[in-house]
Structures are given as C-alpha cells and as structure tokens.
C-alpha cells in the first residue's frame, strides 16, 4: 500500500527544537563563568555556538530537510573520506590545535572545530550505504562484519594517535547497532564485541589516563584534588539541585569549582539550576527524540534511508546518554558533550544537518521505492 506524505515529521521536529532552545540557555547560562572570568572569550564562544552552530545549522537542516535522502548515498564514500582527510589534518602543524595534550582540532581563519563530528557523521552515511548494498549478504562474514572492523581499525587509528578514544567508543556503538538491525547474525555480533571489549581492555590498561579514569569510577573518594574533581563537583552540583533546582542562572558549580560547566559537565549545571525535575525532564526528551527516530526508521522507504535515520539517532542518542550517566558518575567520565547543549558549533550545525536528513526520510514515511 502506498501513502502519500509530504510534510516533516512534526513531533520530532518539535522534539529538537525544544531540546535545541533548552540547549541555547542552558548554555548562556552555564557559559556565565567564563563571562566572570574573561568577557572578550565569552563573547567569542557566544558567537561561535549561536551563530555559526545555531544560525547555519538550523539553515543547514533546513537546506537538509529538502534535499532527497538520495543524494547522500550518492556521495556517501566521498564524505566518509572527507570526515578521515579532515581528522587526520589535525596532525598537520599549521592546521592543527593543541589542548591538554590532545590534538583534535583544526583551526580555519580563526575559527577551531573538531573534525571527528564530520568523520561520525560520513561514517553513519557511508556504513548505511555499505549495509544497504550488499543487502543480504550481511549474514556473510566477508561482507558484513569484517568490513566493519576494517573501517573501525583505521578509524581508531587516526583517534588513538589524537587521542580521543569517547568518539571512537561511539562509532563502535554505532556499527554494532547498525550491523544488528540490517540483519548480521547474533553470535557474529557477539564475537565481534568480544574482541573489541578485548582491545578496549588492553588499550585501558596501556593508556595511565584511561586506567586513572577506569579506577576514579570504581572508587570517586580517590584523588579528589585531581583524578576524581570534575567527577566529584559534578555529583555536588547534581545534588545541590535538590528537586527543584536553585533557579535558572543560579548554579554556583560554574563558577571555578565545576570544569568545563559549558561543556563536558553541562548536564551538571542543568541538574543544578533546574533540578531533579528539570534534568529528568531533559532525559525524558531524549527519550522521546530517540523512540520517534526509530519510529521514522521503521517507517523509511528503503534499506539505506532505514539505517541511515537508524544511525543518526543511535550517534546523537547515545552520544546525550553517555554524557548524562558520565556526569552522574554511572559511566566512566568521558568527556563526551551533550547533544544541541554542550559548548561546539561546528557540532551543533552537524548535528542539526543530520537531523535535516531524518526529516527529509520522515516525508517518505510509508512509500514504497
């Protein structure tokens, strides 16, 4: 049976848009410490996630929502390579930036991203298309999972050498699942994250910032001057919230005590201005972004447009939870940024982009093709 339907997905766009906006003030508000600090940086991050993140991105996912899906399978392998060219660019001296010891940003005329979110996105498209392709020879080992492990090892080796192992965590996450739901058998899967849990052992072991950060989740109380702070003032922050929260603009973690408020610990912020309430009301939008992404995934019409809204909601989905259970000392810190909240621009208009994308597919929901 074929249905017509020409309009966007309108529960999902007001889902993002609500979690977009919330972001933006939360943002403002937990990027008052900065402001207390130095106004001219303020107002340089100010300007690099509202206007470049904010302003193109809602074009861009406009610009997204009307192009057909089509397009992107098209051109997947060419954006997948661009996503790796632009990464490992960090490593060129005059284009790169340097930052507590990392290397994962590029600097274009003043203006730093981080190009992993452009590799996280191609990788999604790319794999789709790939999936998508060889149909159901994915049961087949030769072209489902080793392909995978192929495109993941030259992954984790351009962000092992950064490092920067939270993206390369989630690309695994994402792979899996895609690979799980185009039809790859269970005990395939099963092997494949045995070896990786494998190397993602050897790696903590091999890695003293990885361990430290293993052994200040199993026990928080250590090294709380060091290791354990930004764990520590992010659970203080959490619980001073109380269940109402101490008001909009109120939290006191911002100021010095909580590292990067605008960024890796922001759902601290929003746990403490907004309260068990408010944060919980954050997750539930999540909850509801991810469960009406799949509902338009099951609904897509075809393979590629199916596991391309699959992975998207999968990447940004698991991206907020890991940050969430990160910031409430349920995972290990990561350092992953919130989704549409957390301090990146440039990931704040990708993001949008891919979301452009999953409503382009929503219009083809229930068609045959």
């Given at each position: 049976?074929?249905?017509?339907?020409?309009?966007?997905?309108?529960?999902?766009?007001?889902?993002?848009?609500?979690?977009?906006?919330?972001?933006?003030?939360?943002?403002?508000?937990?990027?008052?410490?900065?402001?207390?600090?130095?106004?001219?940086?303020?107002?340089?991050?100010?300007?690099?996630?509202?206007?470049?993140?904010?302003?193109?991105?809602?074009?861009?996912?406009?610009?997204?929502?009307?192009?057909?899906?089509?397009?992107?399978?098209?051109?997947?392998?060419?954006?997948?390579?661009?996503?790796?060219?632009l990464t490992l660019a960090v490593f060129i001296p005059s284009l790169g930036l340097s930052h507590g010891g990392a290397e994962r940003w590029l600097n274009?005329?003043?203006?730093?991203?981080?190009?992993?979110?452009?590799?996280?996105?191609?990788?999604?498209?790319?794999?789709?298309?790939?999936?998508?392709?060889?149909?159901?020879?994915?049961?087949?080992?030769?072209?489902?999972?080793?392909?995978?492990?192929?495109?993941?090892?030259?992954?984790?080796?351009?962000?092992?050498k950064q490092p920067d192992t939270k993206s390369l965590i989630l690309i695994c996450i994402v792979g899996i699942a895609m690979l799980f739901v185009s039809g790859v058998p269970v005990k395939y899967l099963f092997g494949s994250l045995i070896i990786l849990s494998i190397l993602f052992g050897v790696l903590?072991?091999?890695?003293?910032?990885?361990?430290?950060?293993?052994?200040?989740?199993?026990?928080?109380?250590q090294n709380a001057q060091s290791s354990s702070y930004q764990i520590r003032q992010s659970l203080i922050a959490l619980g001073s919230g109380g269940i109402f929260g101490r008001g909009y603009g109120q939290s006191v973690q911002k100021f010095t005590y909580l590292p990067e408020a605008q960024g890796d610990s922001i759902f601290a912020v929003v746990g403490e201005e907004l309260g068990f309430l408010g944060a919980t009301g954050i997750v539930i939008l999540y909850l509801f972004f991810i469960f009406r992404g799949f509902r338009i995934s099951s609904r897509a019409p075809d393979l590629?447009?199916?596991?391309?809204?699959?992975?998207?909601?999968?990447?940004?989905?698991?991206?907020?939870?890991?940050?969430?259970?990160?910031?409430a000392g349920v995972f290990p810190l990561t350092g992953v940024p919130l989704p549409f909240m957390s301090h990146g621009g440039t990931s704040l208009m990708i993001y949008l982009v891919a979301i452009g994308i999953v409503l382009q597919v929503s219009k083809h929901q229930g068609k045959s093709s």
């Open positions: 049976m074929r249905t017509k339907q020409k309009k966007v997905d309108k529960f999902f766009l007001t889902t993002v848009l609500i979690l977009v906006f919330t972001g933006v003030a939360m943002f403002i508000s937990a990027s008052l410490g900065i402001l207390d600090k130095n106004k001219e940086i303020f107002y340089s991050v100010l300007f690099n996630q509202l206007v470049l993140g904010l302003g193109l991105g809602l074009l861009f996912m406009y610009i997204a929502s009307r192009i057909n899906y089509k397009f992107w399978r098209k051109y997947s392998l060419l954006i997948f390579l661009g996503g790796i060219l274009f005329g003043g203006v730093s991203f981080q190009p992993v979110e452009a590799l996280k996105f191609g990788f999604v498209i790319y794999f789709a298309a790939w999936l998508s392709f060889i149909k159901n020879k994915v049961e087949d080992i030769r072209w489902g999972i080793l392909p995978f492990l192929g495109m993941f090892a030259i992954i984790a080796l351009i962000l092992l903590v072991f091999a890695k003293p910032y990885l361990k430290e950060r293993v052994k200040t989740f199993i026990d928080p109380t590629f447009s199916r596991l391309l809204v699959f992975g998207i909601v999968i990447l940004i989905g698991a991206q907020a939870f890991m940050h969430i259970a990160s910031v």
